[in-house]
């Protein structure tokens, strides 16, 4: 394949290291990371192979081509293991689901599989109760007082205590009037931006970082800490409660008030405020999710895939692939390359079914993502309120950069006005 233009000098010994990294250092640029990678892709239509420096295992294969993700997601999925490589790159995670393969990830994957009927009609209810009482009123104060709200930071709090909810019994509270600061969830941006840079640099530079616990990997130590710190806090606290319940005999019947109680407010609620929707409300809104699919292909929250192979392959464009190789794939590229989604990928939508080795923002095949439905439950109450009482509108001049992390979100936040609509 020629070399475009735009891609990075290969030096002797160094590979095309020195260029890539450069261009990581375009952060405060429009000119993002994302922007160059998707013009590279453009360029040479499709493949990227990126060469590492000399025998540091770092030859990087970035595809786009819908052919080769249907191949390494479905038809050869037993070749394309997550692998010890990821496992090393994510071992913040634990043996947990991202990271595990083969028998252990069958069975994490069955028992999460069985719980998530559960966990959808609890966030479905949590979502719209905190959409009614925390997040409505927030955005109301902000209107009164014509304050400008970072609504990423808002939707950040939201998402945080609602999963806090679901995982340890607990609302941390991150949505109250104050905004209070969230250690934990700076750690987690912290932990995500070091894990990109991972990715991007040969696994002995990283390493050597880590051992030395200097630069980005001094940043990952931190935000272990403080993650690891609220994650026992939580349990401990959890399992106290669980103690006292064992211990106190009374508690089938304090239950019973509680639950009625709870079930009086939740009534009492929906006569206060008709005018809340809810999951059930929106099953139908079908041009609200096509509008809200359509956000997440242009900026899928996971900006790139990263599979290696186990054995040797041949990908359907003819790209060999060998087991020390990585294979990443750009989904923010792949939804700008006209060959994929057509010469109006970028500002238009259509309200039709694509398959989802084409739309892979929730991932594709057997590790398609569990919470997908919760998710976009979530999103549709979210956005369906919020659209229906306000009429919300980007600051004039707010700058619109994507952070360089395993999670894409804007570096600036996302500053608005908002108004009450009459
Ligand atoms: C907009 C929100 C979400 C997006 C865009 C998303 C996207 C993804 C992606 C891309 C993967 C594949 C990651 C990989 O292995 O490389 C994934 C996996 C997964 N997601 Fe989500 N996710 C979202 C929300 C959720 C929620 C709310 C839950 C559950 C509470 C969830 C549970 C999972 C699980 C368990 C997996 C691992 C599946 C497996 O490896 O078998 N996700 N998700």
């Given amino acids: 394949m020629e070399a475009g233009s735009r891609l990075p000098t290969k030096w002797p010994v160094l590979g095309m290291i020195p260029g890539f990294v450069s261009r990581l250092h375009w952060r405060e640029s429009t000119w993002c990371f994302h922007d160059w990678t998707t013009e590279v892709l453009r360029e040479i239509w499709l493949h990227l192979l990126l060469k590492g420096p000399w025998c540091s295992g770092m030859d990087i294969l970035g595809t786009s081509d819908p052919a080769n993700i249907r191949y390494i997601f479905n038809a050869n999925f037993a070749n394309y293991p997550k692998g010890g490589q990821f496992l090393e790159i994510f071992d913040i995670l634990g043996d947990g689901i991202f990271n595990a393969d083969s028998d252990s990830w069958k069975t994490q994957r069955k028992v999460a599989n069985s719980r998530m009927p559960r966990f959808w009609r609890f966030v479905a209810r949590v979502s719209r109760e905190k959409v009614e009482k925390v997040l409505i009123p927030l955005l109301a104060r902000a209107a009164e007082h014509a304050a400008v709200v970072d609504l990423q930071d808002v939707f950040l709090r939201f998402t945080f205590d609602t999963t806090c909810n679901l995982v340890f019994g607990v609302d941390p509270g991150c949505l109250s009037p104050d905004l209070p600061s969230v250690p934990f969830a700076n750690a987690l941006d912290d932990a995500e931006e070091v ?218 936040g996302l500053r608005v006005n908002v108004e009450k609509r009459v």
């Fill in 195 to 412: 894990l990109f840079f991972r990715q991007a640099v040969p696994m002995g530079w990283w390493k050597l970082l880590r051992w030395l616990q200097v630069g980005e990997e001094k940043k990952m130590v931190l935000a272990s800490e403080t993650i690891c710190n609220f994650i026992t806090g939580r349990i401990s606290e959890r399992m106290d409660e669980v103690a006292k319940v064992r211990q106190d005999k009374e508690v089938p019947m304090r239950l019973e008030v509680q639950l009625d109680a709870g079930r009086k407010r939740h009534l009492s609620t929906r006569q206060v405020d008709p005018v809340v929707f809810g999951a059930d409300d929106l099953s139908s809104a079908i041009y609200l999710e096509a509008a809200l699919f359509e956000s997440l292909r242009l900026f899928p929250p996971v900006p790139f895939e990263h599979n290696g192979a186990a054995r040797p392959d041949v990908l359907p464009s003819g790209h060999k692939v060998d087991p020390k190789a990585k294979i990443v794939i750009p989904l923010y590229v792949m939804a700008r390359v006209e060959g994929i989604w057509g010469k109006d990928c970028c500002d238009d939508w259509k309200l039709k079914h694509e398959p989802l080795y084409k739309f892979l923002s929730f991932n594709s095949g057997p590790r398609i993502c569990l919470g997908k439905d919760m998710a976009f439950t979530q999103l549709k109450v979210v956005a369906a309120n919020l659209l229906h009482k306000f009429h919300i509108t980007v600051v004039k001049g707010h700058v619109e950069v994507p952070s360089l992390s395993i999670i894409l979100h804007m570096k600036h």
